[in-house]
């Protein structure tokens, strides 16, 4: 108001008889107004403060273009029709214009109350209101027109569209920019109709009334439809203007049309005969009509109804009245009003009944009654009871089900529903889990996202109602994690369409998971299986054999599936197959055997054949489960460790007759040794008795390689030449051969040192022999043994690539034998290969592995009925590494101290202590362990050195240097035996032991060790 002038302001206030007043031009609000417009409308400036322009109208939407053309300039007036503040509604004529002041922008409107004071005016109001029906019927038309699911449009006298719904442009898929362009009705017909139509349109303006017309309409992409269309002519001042009209589409009504004929009839007749009791009532609620099923349903006679008060339907007045209270409220809200009540017959019976009642009203919304329908609840409360008594049971079965049955909202990733069972398992109520929080609950349960994103894609890419299988784990209440198969169905949706509720059956396959997985590990274990299987029907018919059958039978899966096992018959080991499964088929009971085969390359081979019948649970036969077990290296190791055992045996029988042997030799050589010191030089008898000496110390030498050969030893590398220890073990070896296989040796190396064990070395001559006479033991022949200089330089004829360049000595065993094949000599290194009827097959490897571990070769040549020769490298030992050995003969060495000797053998007793006297010693001798603990016990420092016996009846000789050590510490003790397992020079040092020597001694030998070790004590 402050943006107005003050000459104004004063008109406004004091000149203007009419009411005026001033709003904003955007907002529309009050922004003053004179006294008369106050006076007009009733209120007071406080509230036309609060109020806008289109608060005062009585149709607001009326005014909506006269404030557009406004805004945009113009001056618009005429009669409208305003409400007061206590409701009336008055007519005014209106003058509304646009008014700028100080660059604002205003809308100035002068309101003059219109008054009918005669019968023009009276004639021109009603012109008025007519006027406003009809724009209120042209309102309400274009809105009906609208929610109208046909095609409804209006033409100009040309055809040229002037109005056209909704429903008619999705229909001919015709745009509104199409539309305002110009869209003429003959576009959305086929050519060949258009004379037709044009025809129809004619006939409509000479008073003919048209009953519709079928025509082929086209979109506007060209898609052809069958449509009914009903027209109209549109006058204008009784001049044609145009037709107006709707199409009907009847692509689906022709298929329709004779089941709507019937259904007519059928709905007519069901109208006819409804059990709904139906009447009109007024305001004051009488009865103005009704149908047959109202006399029916309460039991009344016409006379009983006919402007009757509806208080007869019901069991009391507080009822009646009740209904009517609750009744005018809620018309005022709805058009309808349904509710449940209690009715009463006249036989005084009362029922449950459905009333809904929808208001009557006049053209001009007046209200004027009421139509009842009232459907009788008596059988529809019964079906009610059953349908709670029905879910009271499905929600016990459902609680009952072992499986558990929730409903998961997968967005939340949380269930808002579970069963019993679901319950139990979780061990949280479905109520509690909104309090625990979605992130504690997914951790308690251990649920996976991936799941419930996985979920979310199949519904979300499945088909409307299609159930989702998954396969899922969960955690119980104990923290187990369990396996699932869930049956799943989208139970509710988001509004865009996306799943929120699943329902969910959900039955635990925990144990089925462990089976599935035990079978597959079974599979996984037959499949992998070095033992060969295949299955076969009752029939015989193969169905099933794993990788090491197809490799043993040398027949695949896909070659043999689906046959007979008479189809396996290709060779010898499917020959022997196929008769022991049809033995055990025939007699239709287990069978288990061995089969022992000669293989195609020549070597001995034996099955464990086990055939097994499958048993259903009707006690029927259904398959054969055969296996097959290669046990030929099984059978090999027996053998060899049965050779081992022998060997073992061996040497322990070596063992003791080296004990008692080497005693018998010391007495021998020590009473020969003594007879020798009588015997002058010169005579015939000291000749024999050095012979008893040498033969003795032979006798020694051979005990020795007895308990080498018997492996008793240790294995110890050392430098070792190689021409004695070949001497001697050729020697060892042939008192085994037969005089038909003459041995030469030849010795050609300029050094025959390496770097070997010495029990190795004699191994890998044994087995190379032994094999040579083997391969000429019908014939005989030549065995020859050469020891030779072998030198390789880099890169040239080297045995081996990976040999290194150097001196080398060449073993050489070469026989006059029947030589062997090609294919044997391929083989001839491999664990368990032979082709001696009893071997072991590990002579030749453990040769091979000999020799490579001293970083040498072997080398073979030979060919059939020429011999054999097998060529052994060995890297020579480096010169610092050889030691020379001289043998000096030289008197031993003598003394005059004190030693007691210990021995159980009376013999080597009296020579050894008549050696060591003569030699000066003071010797006291004993055979018995504890007569010696008692001299000794007697007198601890009356002896410096003690030599003892290891194995003596009473005690051992370790045993009792343990106690005389006791007594007196550091006393020397030498520890002499024949053989023994259990003590070593190793264990005997431990024990405090000076020295350990194996009987029998020389005299010089025993000298030396006495003196050695009593210098040490020294």
């Known amino acids: 108001m402050g943006d107005l002038n003050e000459s104004l302001r ?8 009419d009411g005026v007043a001033f709003f904003d031009a955007e907002s529309l ?15 007071s400036g406080d509230e036309l ?14 005014l909506e273009a006269d404030v557009a053309a406004a805004r945009k300039g113009e001056t618009i007036s005429g009669e409208r029709r305003c409400r007061r503040k206590d409701g009336n509604v008055f007519n005014v004529r209106v003058k509304l214009s646009p008014i700028s002041a100080n660059g604002k922008r205003y809308l100035g ?57 909704s429903a008619a442009f999705e229909k001919f898929r015709y745009t509104q920019e199409d539309f305002e362009q110009g869209l003429n009705i003959f576009q959305m017909l086929e050519s060949y109709e258009h004379e037709k139509a044009q025809r129809n349109i004619e006939r409509l303006f000479t008073g003919y009334k048209d009953t519709g017309n079928e025509y082929e309409a086209c979109t506007k992409d060209g898609t052809v439809f069958p449509i009914r269309a009903y027209a109209a002519p549109l006058y204008r001042m009784d001049k044609p203007v145009g037709i107006s009209g709707i199409a009907i589409d009847l692509t689906e009504a022709r298929k329709t049309m004779q089941e709507l004929a019937r259904s007519e009839e059928r709905f007519r007749a069901l109208v006819e005969n409804s059990s709904d009791a139906i009447m009109m009532v007024t305001l004051d609620r009488r009865v103005v009509s009704y149908n047959k099923a109202l006399l029916t349903l309460f039991g009344l006679d016409p006379e009983d109804v006919e402007g009757q008060s509806t208080r007869v339907f019901y069991t009391s007045d507080e009822s009646f009245e009740e209904l009517g209270r609750l ?49 009788d609840m008596t059988e529809r409360k019964k079906f009610e009871e059953q349908l709670r008594e029905s879910q009271c049971f499905l929600t016990h079965v459902v609680d009952t089900s072992p499986d558990l049955i929730y409903i998961f909202d997968i967005t939340e990733r949380i269930p808002v529903y579970g069963n019993k069972q679901a319950e139990d398992f979780a061990g949280i109520r479905a109520s509690d889990i909104k309090g625990m929080g979605r992130e504690a609950f997914v951790q308690r349960m251990g649920i996976d996202a991936q799941f419930c994103n996985e979920l979310k894609t199949k519904f979300e890419h499945a088909p409307e109602g299609e159930v989702v299988a998954i396969e899922y784990r969960m955690k119980d209440k104990h923290g187990e994690r369990r396996w699932f198969s869930s049956r799943n169905a989208v139970f509710e949706r988001t509004r865009d369409g996306r799943p929120k509720l699943v329902l969910a059956i959900a039955r635990d396959i925990t144990e089925q998971k462990y089976a599935e997985e035990g079978r597959r590990l079974l599979a996984a274990a037959v499949e992998q299986s070095p033992d060969s299987v295949m299955i076969a029907d009752q029939r015989g018919i193969i169905e099933y054999v794993n990788k090491a059958f197809e490799t043993g039978m040398k027949r695949s899966l896909d070659e043999i599936k689906g046959k007979d096992i008479a189809v396996l018959k290709g060779n010898r080991r499917g020959e022997e197959f196929f008769r022991a499964n049809a033995a055990a088929m025939k007699g239709r009971t287990a069978w288990k055997g061995y089969l022992r085969l000669q293989e195609d390359q020549g070597m001995p081979a034996e099955l464990e054949v086990a055939v097994s019948p499958v048993i259903d649970d009707k006690g029927v036969i259904t398959h054969y489960v055969t296996r097959i077990r290669d046990i030929s290296i099984q059978r090999r190791l027996e053998e060899q460790l049965r050779q081992a055992q022998k060997m073992q045996a061996v040497g322990t029988l070596a063992g003791g007759i080296a004990h008692d042997f ?7 050589i020590g009473n020969a040794e003594l007879a020798l010191d009588d015997i002058p030089a010169g005579m015939r008898a000291r000749d024999n008795i050095e012979e008893i000496v040498r033969s003795g110390l032979r006798g020694r030498d051979l005990v020795q390689q007895i308990l080498t050969f018997s492996r008793r030893g240790e294995h110890e590398q050392k430098v070792l030449r190689l021409t004695p220890l070949i001497k001697e073990t050729i020697k060892f070896l042939r008192a085994s051969l037969p005089a038909s296989i003459e041995i030469q040796l030849d010795f050609t190396s300029s050094t025959d040192t390496v770097f070997a064990d010495p029990v190795q070395i004699q191994q890998v001559l044994m087995n190379l022999c032994t094999n040579a006479a083997f391969a000429m033991r019908e014939k005989g ?32 065993v070469r026989d006059t034998g029947e030589g062997m094949t090609e294919a044997v000599k391929k083989r001839l290194f491999e664990p368990f290969f032979t082709t001696k009827p009893q071997g072991t097959g590990m002579g030749l490897a453990v040769v091979y592995g000999i020799v490579r571990s001293y970083h040498g070769t072997i080398t073979v040549e030979s060919t059939t009925g020429h011999g054999a020769t097998f060529t052994v490298y060995l890297p020579k030992a480096e010169a610092q590494q050889v030691v020379a050995e001289e043998v000096v003969e030289a008197p031993a060495p003598e003394g005059k101290e004190r030693i007691l000797f210990v021995d159980d053998e009376s013999a080597i007793v009296r020579s050894g202590a008549e050696i060591l006297e003569r030699m000066g010693y003071r010797v006291t001798a004993t055979t018995q362990g504890v007569e010696a603990l008692k001299l000794f016990s007697q007198d601890p420092g009356g002896y410096d050195l003690i030599i003892l016996d290891q194995t003596m009846p009473d005690m051992t000789g370790a045993a009792l240097a343990e106690i005389l050590m006791r007594i007196r510490p550091g006393i020397p003790i030498i520890l002499a035996t024949g053989y023994s397992d259990a003590m070593s020079p190793e264990k005997a040092k431990e024990i405090g032991i000076r020295e350990f020597v194996m009987k029998p001694l020389t005299k010089r030998e025993l000298g030396e060790t006495v003196r050695k070790v009593l210098d040490q004590a020294a």
């Not at 109020?51 to 607001?60: H, K, R, T, V």
């Open 10 to 17: 004063r008109w406004l206030m004091q000149e203007a008889a």
């Open 29 to 43: 609000r009050f922004i003053d107004c004179n006294p008369a417009f106050t006076n007009l409308f009733g209120y």
């Open 49 to 62: 403060n609060r109020l806008a322009f289109y608060d005062i109208p009585a149709e607001p939407s009326i």
């Open 109 to 165: 409107a002068v309101f003059h109350e219109v008054k009918v004071c005669s019968e023009a005016d009276e004639e021109l109001e009603k012109r008025r209101q007519v006027e406003e029906a009809l724009q209120e019927a042209k309102r309400k038309y274009e809105q009906l027109a609208e929610i109208v699911p046909q095609p409804i449009f209006e033409t100009d006298i040309t055809g040229k569209l002037t109005f056209a719904n």
């Open 327 to 375: 009744l005018a409220p809620a018309i005022k809200k709805e058009n309808t009003f349904r509710k449940e009540w209690l009715f009463q017959k006249k036989d005084g019976t009362v029922f449950p009944a459905e009333i809904v009642l929808s208001v009557l009203r006049l053209p001009d919304r007046s209200l004027i009654g009421y139509m009842a329908v009232i459907r």
């Open 662 to 668: 080497n005693n018998i030799l010391a007495a021998m």
């Open 781 to 812: 022949g030549l065995l020859e043994i050469r020891l030779t200089d072998a030198l390789f330089n880099e890169g040239v004829n080297m045995p081996e690539a990976d040999m290194k360049p150097g001196d080398y000595l060449a073993i050489r």
